[in-house]
C-alpha cells in the first residue's frame, strides 16, 4: 500500500475557479510535506515544503496545508489559470533523510 | 543556469532491444538520482548517487539494468533487454550533498517499448 494516497486522480474545473486537492499520508513521523507540480513533458517543479511543525505555507496561489493530527495535506488553487493544468504530487520525507515517499497525483486540468 | 539536462527526450524500441538515458546534473549537484514514473504514477527511485557512488540501488532491477557515474558528474542508465513493462518516464534528479529534500528534476526521458 502507497504510503501516500492522493485525491482525486484527476479534476476538471474552469478557468478563474478555485479548488482543492487532498493528500493522505501514513508516514510518521516525517521530516517534511512538499507539493509538485508537473506539467505535461516536464519534471516535477517544487511548489511549497512544509515541515511537521508547520500547518500552511503559500505560493502565489498557491497555498497548501497540513494536519499532522490526521496526517493530511491540501493544496488549494485559487483564481485557476489554463497554465495550472499539470499534474499536483504530493511528496513526504521520512527522518532520518530516508528518500521521499512520492504519492500517484492529482491531473487537474482547467478548462477555459 | 542550466536545469538537469537529460537526453534523449523521446526513446522508441522493440523489446528485447538495449537502451540508454543520459543525465547531466546541476553544476556542484553531487548528489544524483534516477527514477521511473509510470503513467499516472509517482516517481519511483532507482538508484542514488552520491558523487561516483551508488549508495542506494536497492530498487533497481539488477538483471537488466544497469547505472553509472565514473566520474561523478554526468550518469548513464541503462537497460538490456528491455521488455514491454519498461515502458515509463525516466527522470532524473540531482541536489547538494545533505540536501535530499530539495531535488531538482531533469524533463525525463519517455520510453516507449514496442
Known amino acids: 500500500k502507497n504510503q501516500v494516497e492522493q485525491s482525486p486522480q484527476s479534476l476538471i474545473i474552469l478557468e478563474g475557479k478555485n479548488c482543492t486537492l487532498q493528500?493522505?499520508?501514513?508516514?510518521?513521523?516525517?521530516?517534511?510535506l512538499r507539493w509538485y507540480k508537473q506539467d505535461t513533458g516536464r519534471g516535477p517543479v517544487s511548489l511549497t515544503i512544509m515541515t511537521f511543525s508547520e500547518n500552511t505555507k503559500s505560493n502565489g496561489r498557491y497555498t497548501a496545508t497540513l494536519d499532522a493530527d490526521t496526517k493530511q495535506s491540501s493544496l488549494h488553487i485559487t483564481a485557476s489559470q489554463l497554465s495550472d493544468s499539470a499534474s499536483y504530487i504530493c511528496?513526504?520525507?521520512?527522518?532520518?533523510?530516508?528518500?521521499?515517499?512520492f504519492g500517484a497525483g492529482t491531473r487537474l486540468t482547467v478548462k477555459p | 543556469e542550466a536545469g538537469v539536462v537529460q537526453s534523449p527526450r523521446y526513446k522508441i524500441i522493440e523489446k528485447k532491444q538495449p537502451v540508454a538515458f543520459w543525465c547531466n546534473p546541476i553544476s556542484g549537484h553531487n548528489t544524483l538520482y534516477w527514477y521511473r514514473q509510470n503513467l499516472g504514477q509517482g516517481p519511483e527511485l532507482l538508484i542514488r548517487?552520491?558523487?561516483?557512488?551508488?549508495?542506494?540501488d536497492s530498487q533497481l532491477p539488477k538483471d537488466r539494468f544497469s547505472a553509472e557515474r565514473l566520474k561523478g558528474v554526468d550518469s548513464t542508465l541503462k537497460i538490456q533487454p528491455a521488455e514491454l513493462g519498461d515502458s515509463a518516464v525516466y527522470l532524473c534528479a540531482s541536489s547538494f550533498p545533505g540536501q535530499r529534500d530539495t531535488q531538482y528534476f531533469g524533463p525525463g526521458t519517455r520510453l516507449t517499448v514496442l
Open positions: 511528496v513526504v520525507r521520512p527522518p532520518d533523510n530516508n528518500d521521499m515517499r
Open positions: 548517487y552520491e558523487n561516483e557512488e551508488a549508495v542506494d
Open positions: 493528500c493522505n499520508y501514513t508516514v510518521s513521523p516525517f521530516s517534511n
